[in-house]
């Protein structure tokens, strides 16, 4: 309740100090005709969702291991998306950090934030496999696996932010899962990091929803997304995040399924990826689109939570 009434109190000077300072969307031109009228709409609103989750957590949470690795793993994560962010801003165009300098600084972060998880934070190498009371050890290569549940999820989140409203939501859905996954592990500093969070997207989406008038831009997605996957590797539901963010699943496969098929076949599979794009040139509107999706991440968390709780008790 706290970071949502920081983000609705604080979000039209904000968005006032955007637009003075003439920090706007360079929409890229490959994509839908009608996102041009988004050109110059104020970016960067990440930071808005990132300041007011981290003021209730400084203050209500109680700064365990694992809650600081998720932290630390959101704030580094959101450095990067602004380096992102202000090169855009900079060269006014739709292109930031190159793909290898992104990922580049994304493996050093995790490899960081990953060793400190498994050294200090209690994280354990074998992975759960949900329902089925298995487990896969890993070992060594446990490192690859945090690299990839993190980088897929944090880009994924960033891919999804495409329309008015759809990340913020989604990850907020998401989320609640999380906060009650972390309520039943009885870890309540994992719970008020992601419940403050929750209340960040929902503030900030006040003023992102159709038509937007702020955009959370690379701080926001790769912060939020890094955050998302961060839980799920501290509390070993690294599988279980593939149906909670099943969305974030979807968007992301879409993308490399589109680039794979029209490099070997030269063929395109989707109108235009990621995969929300291909709705809006199948004649949905923004909202339906938007909406429908909201309704498939419900579905998808309240089955992850599920599957999460009866594998529980």
Sequence with gaps: MLAMLLGVVAGPRFIAWLRRRGIGQNIRQEGPESHSSKQGTPT???????????????????????????????????????????????????????????????LVLILIVGWFAIRFAGVDSDVDIPLVDAKVAFGGLYFLVVYLVIAFTSNSVNLTDGLDGLAAGAVAICLIAYTGICFLRREPDLAILSASLVGACVGFLWYNSFPAQVFMGDVGSLALGAALAGLAVVTGTEVLLLIIGGLFVIEGLSVIIQVISFRVFRRRVFLMTPIHHHFELKNWSETKIIVRFWIITVIFALLGFSIYYIDSY
Excluded: H
């Design 44 to 106: 960067m609103g990440g930071l808005l969702i990132v300041v007011v989750a981290t003021i209730p957590y400084l203050v209500l949470g109680q700064k365990t291991v694992p809650g600081l690795v998720v932290f630390t793993l959101m704030l580094g994560s959101a450095f990067i998306g602004l380096l992102d962010d202000l090169l855009k801003v900079r060269r006014k165009r739709s292109l930031g950090l190159s793909g290898k300098t992104k990922m580049t600084l994304q």
